[in-house]
């Protein structure tokens, strides 16, 4: 099975540097600068799960070819247009796209563009970051994937990516409910990220304050209650994970989209937070701590065009 892996950032970077550790085909698609790093130092992975300098195979967009079995797109989701483009030379035939993307709307948009046929819908659990030096630096303990293709059958392309991440330790779940799983994964991100980055604070910090765990509670409920009127209502286990994720005093958790805002980069504000908040007022459920979550992002990149940002 041939591989070709848009970027080597945070998640392309690390699924992909496993499956060249277990010996699958894998070319990274990257950019003239990331190229170079890789090339001068290897592809660097720093995790619990174990480090790693593993060398590459890299091409650069203009270089692309055909003749890959499968393209797994792991870029922003406001890289989505950018990122189609560049591997359009790759689509063709039978190769099949399987995206790990933030959100649920990159669906429709795949499909349009490449045909439902060739797309699979896929989420990773995972908090990794690319560091300024070109490090892939896993965060916690979280790595799991889930995959499958969007009508609910069993592929022999599915099947065939599956045993590959089976041999390198990353826990794989191929579902035959793969519409349901993105749901999920958003009610969760979109939670996270709505708070962290509104509050400036991890979740912890958010519910030792006098009514952040109430806050966090709305939020969750809210898009628990999203989902299921888009008809993938969440299992009573996700649903009791969450509300114990999200109210621990403990915790250090936050959503990259908030590290992002820290760190002066661009956020997935639209792909996310308005997202969500336009589903939400669809459906007519109370709309305000969305809609401040999502005005806050907004005022963000307000800020940062005027670049007045902190430095």
Known sequence: MKLLILG?????????GRLVQAGADVTFLVRPARQAQLQAQGLVIQSVKGDAVIPVNTVLAAELRAGYDMVLLTCKAYDLTDAME??????????????LLNGVAHMATLNQ?????????GAAKIAITLTADGVVRHLNDWCSMVFGEQDGSTSARAAALKAWFDKTHVPTTLTSNIQGELWWKLVHLHTIAAMTSLLRANVGEIVRT????GLFKHMLDVNIEIAAREGHAPTPEF???MRSMFANPASTYEASLARDMERGGLVEAEQILGD???RCRMHGLDHRLHA??????KA???RRAAQRLPQ
Do not use: C, H, K
């Not at 560049?86 to 995206?99: D, E, K």
């Not at 563009?113 to 819908?121: E, I, K, N, P, T």
């Not at 006098?210 to 765990?213: H, K, N, T, V």
């Open 300 to 302: 963000y990149e307000q």
């Open 210 to 213: 006098p009514d952040g765990a």
């Open 8 to 16: 080597a950032g945070g998640i392309g970077g690390y699924f992909g």
């Open 86 to 99: 560049a591997i359009a030379p790759a689509m063709t035939g039978s190769t099949a796209l399987l995206p």
């Open 113 to 121: 563009r490449f045909g439902a046929a060739q797309v699979l819908g």
């Open 239 to 241: 649903i009791g994970n």
């Open 276 to 278: 969500m908040l336009a």
């Open 292 to 297: 401040l979550a999502y005005t806050g992002a």
